[in-house]
């Protein structure tokens, strides 16, 4: 099941679900995991990581697709089929580092979407058009009042021009969201 996610011009992005379960179910396997010792270090049930890896369900919320990335080893981009190094992360290999300059590290998601926007030129409003969405969607997310669904994500990404690892984890990703910190020893 392949679901298209649109930005402002109607340009999609389409995110094959199917894949996504597939991705997420071989990396799990390569690291010897059963759904259920993955699903506790998610804290999630079994049944939500079978629903997942079935392509029940819908894109996962952001956070979880941050947990997962950083657990398997991976990177969102290559969970959502947008990462160019996909077949080098499925093989095994170590995915190459890009640092852009500017970004310190662990810099929270609001002041990293804040800055790639102003970098870009744009006011709050002019961002929130590109992306179909409201001025105040956009401050909510920059004040660090809420996370956006990740549709929104992968809008914002586009609208911006970066990966949408780069916009959730910054140039330098930090070793575990919150979920994953959590199931770490």
Same mark, same amino acid.
């Given at each position: 099941?392949?679901?298209?996610?649109?930005? +402002?011009?109607?340009?999609?992005?389409?995110?094959?679900? *199917?894949?996504?379960?597939?991705?997420?179910?071989?990396?799990?396997?390569?690291?010897?995991?059963?759904?259920?010792?993955?699903?506790?270090?998610?804290?999630?049930?079994?049944?939500?990581?079978?629903?997942?890896?079935?392509?029940?369900?819908?894109?996962?919320?952001?956070?979880?697709?941050?947990?997962?990335?950083?657990?398997?080893?991976?990177? *969102?981009?290559?969970?959502? &089929?947008?990462?160019?190094?996909?077949?080098?992360?499925?093989?095994?290999? =170590?995915?190459?580092?890009?640092?852009?300059?500017?970004?310190?590290?662990?810099?929270?998601?609001?002041?990293?979407? @804040?800055?790639?926007?102003?970098?870009?030129?744009?006011?709050?409003?002019?961002?929130?058009?590109?992306?179909?969405?409201?001025?105040?969607?956009?401050?909510?997310?920059?004040? &660090? @009042?809420?996370?956006?669904?990740?549709?929104?994500?992968?809008?914002?990404?586009?609208?911006?021009? *970066?990966?949408?690892?780069?916009?959730?984890?910054?140039?330098?990703?930090? @070793?575990?969201? =919150? +979920?994953?910190?959590?199931?770490?020893?």
């Amino acid at each position: 099941m392949t679901r298209r996610y649109n930005d +402002f011009w109607g340009r999609g992005t389409a995110v094959d679900l *199917v894949a996504l379960g597939d991705r997420v179910r071989g990396l799990r396997r390569g690291k010897e995991w059963e759904q259920a010792d993955l699903a506790a270090r998610l804290r999630i049930t079994p049944q939500r990581l079978s629903d997942l890896e079935r392509a029940h369900g819908g894109l996962p919320p952001v956070d979880l697709l941050k947990s997962m990335a950083v657990l398997l080893g991976s990177t *969102v981009g290559f969970l959502i &089929g947008e990462d160019e190094e996909a077949e080098r992360a499925a093989a095994g290999a =170590p995915l190459p580092f890009r640092p852009l300059s500017g970004t310190p590290d662990e810099e929270p998601f609001g002041r990293r979407l @804040a800055r790639l926007r102003r970098q870009a030129g744009w006011t709050q409003s002019e961002l929130a058009q590109r992306i179909a969405g409201q001025r105040t969607e956009v401050s909510r997310y920059e004040g &660090g @009042a809420g996370w956006p669904s990740g549709e929104r994500v992968i809008a914002l990404a586009q609208a911006l021009g *970066v990966t949408t690892d780069l916009l959730l984890l910054g140039d330098h990703p930090p @070793a575990a969201t =919150p +979920f994953a910190r959590a199931a770490l020893p």
